[in-house]
């Protein structure tokens, strides 16, 4: 069965700094896809990056990059330069997009940027 | 492009009372789904529809109905509402490529007192 685990509930983080956001899954299926989603204060969930398994260089989007190991099935969020404005909650997701499939998402980490 | 609507955005419900939750996407996707969220926590799926006239339960589907009679609409019917049913509820939808993300509605804050 398919299982996304982040195991880092909470971080907190200088200004400036880069971040690592942790996020293994688990699946047999070798096609499959990861996101990650930033989820603010204010309640909305946020799209920041995609990574196909089939995918051979790492996705990047601005400051988010993905940090993509298959053999240890890890992908996890790096945020460069880290911003105030990137305190929140961050969710790491997989799906395979098949029918009857279901996508699941870890539990989430709640990131903390201190000016 | 209004994307995924939801409405209502807050509700109170009475113990035992019922209501159903709207969710519309205007992106023809086929997939859209319906999630809760505790709080402090993560995303819960409910039920899922990869069509219209084609729905499959997710991880918590007790309490809930759905229905998809149109690719736009999947609204979630809550039936004798308990506090355990206090959540924050997200819509979404996709389309079938792998590569697509799922789009979000706002949000509807539900409280069962």
């Known amino acids: 069965a398919q299982k996304i685990t982040q195991t880092q509930p909470g971080m907190f983080v200088q200004e400036k700094e880069a971040v690592t956001l942790d996020c293994t899954y688990d699946?047999?299926?070798?096609?499959?896809?990861l996101f990650w989603y930033k989820q603010p204060s204010s309640g909305e969930m946020i799209f920041l990056i995609y990574q196909g398994s089939y995918d051979q260089q790492n996705a990047t989007e601005g400051r988010y990059s993905l940090n993509f190991q298959k053999a240890r099935k890890s992908a996890n969020l790096v945020i460069s330069a880290s911003q105030l404005g990137d305190s929140a909650m961050y969710f790491c997701?997989?799906?395979?997009?098949?029918?009857?499939?279901?996508?699941?998402f870890g539990k989430g980490t709640r990131l903390h940027i201190l000016p | 492009n209004a994307g995924v609507t939801q409405t209502p955005k807050f509700r109170i419900l009475k113990i035992g009372q019922s209501m159903t939750l709207q969710c519309t996407q205007d992106?023809?996707?086929?997939?859209m789904y319906w999630y809760r969220q505790d709080p402090g926590m993560g995303l819960k799926l409910i039920y899922y529809s990869v069509g219209a006239g084609i729905t499959d339960k997710g991880e918590v589907p007790n309490g809930y109905n759905v229905s998809r009679s149109t690719t736009e609409d999947f609204p979630l019917r809550l039936e004798l509402a308990a506090p355990s049913q206090t959540s924050v509820y997200f819509c979404?939808?996709?389309?079938?490529?792998?590569?697509?993300?799922?789009?979000f509605g706002p949000g509807t804050r539900l409280t069962v007192l």
């Open positions: 992106m023809n996707h086929n997939y």
């Open positions: 699946t047999s299926d070798p096609s499959y896809g």
């Open positions: 979404a939808s996709s389309s079938p490529m792998l590569t697509d993300t799922q789009y």
């Open positions: 997701a997989m799906t395979l997009r098949k029918r009857d499939d279901k996508i699941i």
